[in-house]
């Protein structure tokens, strides 16, 4: 290889793999609608001393890319027997320019916009040396931006700052003609690659690092939230805040008392941040970790040094120090290996991702102990920087090297995954956990309530707003013109495969309805419900709302005691069972057989129908703090809610649900009457142990919609669902973890 090399070539090494790995994502999305991934663009106004001069400034920069080896340096991906960067005895770096000074300052605005914009898609040509680009707006006598595109596998944000650096520091050196020197690096870039292929071939790292992938949780955000007349604009990915000096301070604080850097306290913020939009308890993050070799001048040498590696918490509860010390354990753990490449360990691993989340601490200190002299003669006025993130959610903490109270955070997302208004949210949660940590470093993480005051108010008042979704209806209402207009469609499926209609399944509950009225049963009295899933069930729930009278559902597999507790609590004098009531529910019990209600020879609606304020049924709760305590749920509140489920689960559609669940949870209550005001059906399933029964769900595939608790969920990873038709699985009742939800998504293949 070296015989076919230039004259002109004095140094060669590899491409280290992650910046072969930065390239290839940037040549791969260079023709894309959207910036190309790993191509940093960034604009600094400043304010100069004296009036900018462009030619010093010119001289300054041939005088750095002379002095530094990585800006004359270019990629050869393919002429070689592997990849290569070619450094090159001389480059030109030839530092554009134009003056905005006869504009006005929105007019200076405007062009810096359009430059940025379109400087975002104008990805550097890897193959010719250097691998940056310069430009300079005057925007006035001694105001500049200076605009920077590089590469991202070219250098780490480190080098550039020391680069930067360099430059001004010689262009007034020769504004004030005094004699100066660049600072020589003796230390090579090849060293490093050499230290990262030496990792590679570790069986140490190799075992270290298949331990950890082992622990990764892959975090599954909520969906993307929906915005009218939504229009993204440049930089809207992008948070940029300086967090407040009283929360920095304290947080520094709070490093001290444990022991630690800042840069734990931050990633312990960050996982709580995570924990807290995903609900998982075990964290994983992609954390920055800087390879720098640790010798004299390693913190002067330019090049890529950063690599992004998972690192994984738990945050089941305990106190802030207590997660911070974990964080700082994590990280350091992870120091002897952090050489080893992300994309190398998702190859040897076959993944396609270890997180989606990323942090990142910056603190270039080397600005304030390089620049004492510089920093008096230039004052920084803002940074533009519309880079695109990698990840769906990044943060980056930036410490201010002149002020060491200054803390800034910048957060970037991807927009496809995230809207604005979702991003404003997690600012807001994470600056409530900043502040938390600052103030309450004693306390438990878990204590604290995160939400924002408006946040608040939309769970509050307008999740929990009651207004009717179908103004003067009742759910039989709803069933009754669907009798009415669709009476021959399929109301229940049974398990000995028969079939009720809509027209069967209402005259059979109207039946019921005159037999309850006939023995004075009406308004405001309390029926008891106690058989097992059956055609009987749903009729006997709709006959007893059709008398207008209040149904309370009994599970036939619930402890008597608590069963007779329920009875008693609730006055019931009438119960609607096949079987004899047991002794517990005590004498004044009067038995209504279903057998019996079903012989009326009525089977017409009934004209004297239940008002929405009337109270349909009463639901107990199951007691696990105590007595079960009983809620009235009046017609209303039913209608609201069915009509709710029916437009969010169904649309316009009819589906057929599973009932497989305990009559007297609340969950059965979506299974029972959504498909019932939709037109669509239920299956029935008989009583039965709910692993069995949902293993029958499955090979069925009847059922298109199945409500269940998490809990029901977790039953579905041990049965083969790869086949299976269901197109909605409504979770409540318990914490969900989005592994798991991710999971079972995956294995139903995303419908």
Known sequence: DKNKMSERIVDAFPLGTVQLGMTYQMMRNRDANTPADYHNVASFVLRVDHHFNISTFQLAVNEVVKHEPYLRTYFDLTGYKEPLQLVQDTAELKVQFEDLRGLSESGKDEVLRNFVQAENFNTIDYSVAPLMRLRVHLLADDVISLSLTEPHALADGWSTHLTLIDIFKAYFALLDNVPHNLTMVETRYSEFIALERKVIQSNDAKAFW???????????????????????????????????????????????????????????????????????????????????????????????????????????????????RAAYEAEKEILPYRRYPLGLLLSEHHKDKLFDTALSFLHFHSLRTETKEESKRIESIKT????????????????????????????????????????????????????????????????????????????????????????????????????????????????????????????????????????????????????????????????????????????????????????????????????????EFGTDIELLQPEHLDRYHLSENLWNKPQLADVAYVLYTSGSTGKPKGVLINHSALNNYVVWAKK????????????????????????????????????????????????????????????????????????????????????????????????????????
């Open 384 to 583: 533009i920087d519309y880079s695109k993130t990698n990840y769906d959610f990044n943060a980056v903490f930036d410490r201010n090297p002149f002020d060491e109270e200054g803390l800034t955070y910048i957060g970037d997302a991807n927009l496809d995954r995230f809207s604005r208004k979702q991003l404003d949210r997690f600012l807001g949660y994470y600056l409530a956990i900043l502040e938390d940590i600052a103030h309450n470093s004693e306390q438990d993480y878990l204590r604290t309530d995160l939400l924002p005051n408006n946040e608040k108010d939309r769970v509050l008042r307008l999740w929990n707003s009651s207004h009717a979704e179908s103004a003067g209806l009742t759910v039989l209402d709803h069933f009754e013109q669907l009798a009415a207009t669709n009476p021959q469609a399929a109301a229940l499926h049974l398990n000995d495969g028969k079939s009720l209609s809509y027209s069967e399944l209402n005259s059979k509950a109207n039946r019921f309805a005159h037999s309850l009225v006939e023995k004075g049963i009406g308004k405001g009295e309390i029926i008891g419900v106690y058989l097992p899933r059956s055609e009987n069930v749903v009729a006997a729930l709709l006959g007893i709302m059709k008398a207008g009278a209040t149904y309370l559902p009994m599970d036939v597999d619930y402890p008597v005691g608590r069963l007779a507790h329920t009875l008693q609590e609730s006055r019931v004098t009438k119960v609607i069972s096949h079987q004899a009531l047991p002794e």
């Open 210 to 324: 298949t331990k950890q992938i082992e622990r990764c949780v892959t975090l599954d955000f909520p969906p993307r939230d929906i915005e009218d007349n939504e229009v993204q604009r440049l930089g809207d990915h992008r948070h940029r805040i300086e967090i407040p000096a009283s929360v920095s301070k304290g947080l520094e604080a709070v490093a001290r008392r444990a022991g630690t850097p800042l840069k734990s306290v931050l990633l312990a913020a960050h996982c709580r941040l995570l924990s807290l939009i995903t609900g998982e308890k075990i964290i994983t993050t992609g954390l920055n970790f800087n390879g720098r070799l640790e010798v004299t001048d390693g913190i002067r040498m330019r090049g890529l040094f950063l690599n992004m590696l998972p690192v994984t918490l738990d945050l089941s509860g305990g106190k802030w120090l207590d997660l911070i």
């Open 648 to 751: 969010t689960y169904l649309g316009d559609t009819p589906k057929c649900f599973a009932f497989y669940t305990s009559l007297a949870f609340d969950l059965t209550v979506t299974s029972i009457f959504s498909p019932l005001i939709s037109g669509g059906s239920i299956r029935v399933y008989d009583q039965g142990e709910a692993i069995s029964t949902i293993g029958r769900i499955v090979s069925e595939n009847v059922a298109d919609v199945i409500k269940l608790t998490p809990a029901h969920l977790s039953l579905l990873k041990h049965i083969d669902i790869s086949g299976w038709n269901a197109t909605c699985l409504i979770v409540g009742g318990e914490q969900l973890q989005g592994s798991l939800a991710h999971y079972i998504s995956e294995q139903m293949g995303h419908k």
